[in-house]
């Protein structure tokens, strides 16, 4: 079975055609009653003057009888009367009129009704066929007198609107059909445009695009939006080449170790004592702990960016969270040479899940603690902002991060190349971020609070929360 043109196939062609059906059915309704109407007027007009001249007609028999009617025929029958007039006697005679005979279709008395009649045109010498609508009048003695009016030119009037009405809807339907097949043809065209991109993009080439023609109708804002996809598809295929290059780094140093030292326990495993022993199975242990940390922060962000554990947030103050915080840190900050500080506000409240807040502040302020120099400052801080919002902040006086790098170190496994001599999996403000996006808290790093000509810039990283209603309390007095 053939199949028809692919435009023909299209949406697009059977919501023309239904429109231009639809339109021609309406054109074709509306020219219907304008028919109608007309017809009706036509018909109304000749009904009142036959109804005139059959009252008159009467009233002129009430008068003289028979020969009144006849009277009044022959005065009428041989001036430019625009009517028809049959007079005949019992037996269906003539007597007078300027018709020769009754037509064979004859009206009921008192009924009007169509009929064709004959008659001879004296300007062209033709015998001519006219439409016709009369009324019969029958007198006493059986007298019968037909009164009709020639309806011939209302009938080629209302003959031709009929015409124009088929003939209008015939073009509507046609310049639909037409309309229909050039829209589609388009319309299919640029379907197939991007169908081509799917299928290059289902074979593997991630780079093509779908073709725009910038008029910004539904078509083009279905490329644009397609070519975003396909754009940000290209970029999460890459991070996860890159975070695949990542874990292969970061996860084969702990793995070589483990297998180095479990294979020279192999080899050894008699000479060592007891001691030696417990050592080499703990470092294994502490290796394996690791890439188990690994493995379960790129679980904990999947199931961040996925929204599970949205149903534990509920609204909370911050700030006894951020108080145990700075204690924790506080000593570890000590040891390392370095100053903690700590401003916490008190009453500020946020809609957040309290162990992903501390897992993410711990980071910041782990990565803050770990990169900072000796003799720098930490500082955690609580405030509201002047737009309302609650801001948690981490300010350090460390190297901080070149500006074109800032959004790439919230990526999962990237490291900067500097970081690479600290321990670490590239994780951890990945889940800032995770944990951030979740509770939709805008992530803002900046410059922070370091001397640029000796130790750096600096960072500041902050989690700027939404403001949340405080509840009203009831009171009451005993």
Known sequence: MTRLPAFLRTSTFRFTILAA???????????????ESTAGVFTRQTDALLARQIADFKAAFDRGGINAVNKIVVE????????????????????SGNLSALPRAVPKPGTNRRFTYKFYNSENGVKETHRARGSLIRFPGDYMLLVARDTEEESALINRISRAVWIAAALVLALG???????????????????????????????????????????DELAA????????????????????DSIAHDLRSPLTRMRNR????????????????????QRTLDDADELLQTFNSVLRIARLEAGEQR????????????????????PVAEDTGL????????????????????????????????????????????????DGRVSISVTDTGPGVPENKR?????????????????????????????????????VISDGAGDHEDGGPGLHIALVFPPVRERKTKTTEE
Do not use: C, W
């Open 311 to 330: 149903e534990s947030f509920s609204r909370m103050d911050p700030a006894p969270l951020l108080h145990d915080m700075a204690e924790m840190f506080e």
């Open 339 to 386: 100053v903690f500080q700590s401003e916490i506000e008190d009453g500020l409240f946020i809609r957040a899940d309290q162990g992903l807040l501390a897992q993410a502040l711990s980071n910041i302020i782990d990565n803050a603690l770990k990169y900072t120099p000796a003799g720098g400052a930490v500082a955690l801080r609580l405030r509201k902002q002047s």
């Open 177 to 219: 059909l037409i309309s229909g097949a050039l829209i589609s043809r388009r319309f299919a065209a640029r379907l197939d445009s991007l169908n081509d991109v799917a299928r290059d993009v289902m074979a593997g080439d991630l780079k093509r695009r779908a073709p725009r023609n910038h008029t910004d109708d539904e078509l």
């Open 76 to 95: 009428h029958s041989t001036g430019r009367d625009p009517f028809l007039y049959v007079f005949t006697r019992p037996g269906g005679k003539f007597v």
């Open 225 to 244: 939006n397609l070519n975003a996809m396909l754009s940000q598809i290209e970029q999460l295929m890459a991070a996860t080449r890159h975070a695949g």
């Open 407 to 443: 959004d790439a170190i919230f990526k999962r496994f990237v490291r900067l190349e500097e970081s690479r001599t600290q321990a670490g999996s590239g994780l951890g403000l990945a889940l800032v971020s995770a944990v951030a996006k979740a509770h939709g808290a805008e992530l």
């Open 262 to 281: 479990l294979e020279a326990q192999l080899r050894t495993g008699k000479n060592l004592n007891a001691r030696e022993a417990e050592t080499a199975l």
């Open 21 to 35: 059906a639809l339109f021609a059915l309406s054109a074709f309704a509306l020219l219907a009653f304008v028919y």
